[in-house]
């Protein structure tokens, strides 16, 4: 069960066991009373959590004493986990069920994701190129933006996903 991480902790705030969430997700809405977390400093379950201030408050920590010593940990979720707590709409996607997918456009397959990353002005697919493409000579990665006009399907059952112009992304690259 590979673990995601969801947040780090910051520094302590007040003096009821307070602390600073940095959310490395997407999902703040995870962040609910009563949610359990794993951390690289054991479990860890939500009291509270106050998005505008950015603070959460964990049961059994109550001091700022307690809060300190989770300073800098990382709190996990499992994809398992992350499915059922939530819900997304229409045309959106986990990455970790993108990673990994192959890219066709045409029925030639491009390459394999290998990584997302994010600008802003739209999130990239970093696509390692097929072996059979830098056998003749085409860079060995490259980049396409996950936008409509490149994208026209994406199947998280069957890992691929189906791209309108990246055969020239890649050859420009």
Do not use: C
Not at 140 to 151: E, V
Request: zero cysteines; aromatic letters at 10%; proline letters at 3%.
């Amino acid at each position: 069960m590979k673990k995601l991480a969801v947040a780090r902790l910051g520094r302590s705030v007040g003096l009821r066991g307070e602390m600073k969430l940095h959310d490395l997700s997407d999902f703040p809405q995870q962040f609910v009373e009563g949610a359990i977390f794993q951390s690289d400093r054991g479990e860890l379950e939500i009291e509270r959590y106050n998005p505008r201030r950015g603070t959460i408050k964990f049961k059994g920590v109550d001091t700022p004493e307690d809060a300190k010593r989770l300073t800098n940990a990382y709190l996990y979720s499992t994809q398992e986990q992350t499915k059922e707590q939530i819900e997304l709409g229409e045309g959106e996607y986990f990455w970790f069920d993108i990673l990994g997918s192959d890219v066709y456009e045409s029925g030639e397959l491009l390459g394999k994701v290998e990584d997302i990353q994010r600008f802003p002005a739209a999130d990239y697919l970093l696509i390692k190129t097929d072996k059979r493409l830098t056998d003749r000579g085409m860079p060995k990665s490259f980049m396409i933006p996950f936008l409509d006009r490149f994208i026209q399907e994406v199947d998280t059952e069957r890992k691929r996903i189906d791209v309108v112009g990246g055969k020239e992304i890649l050859e420009a690259s």
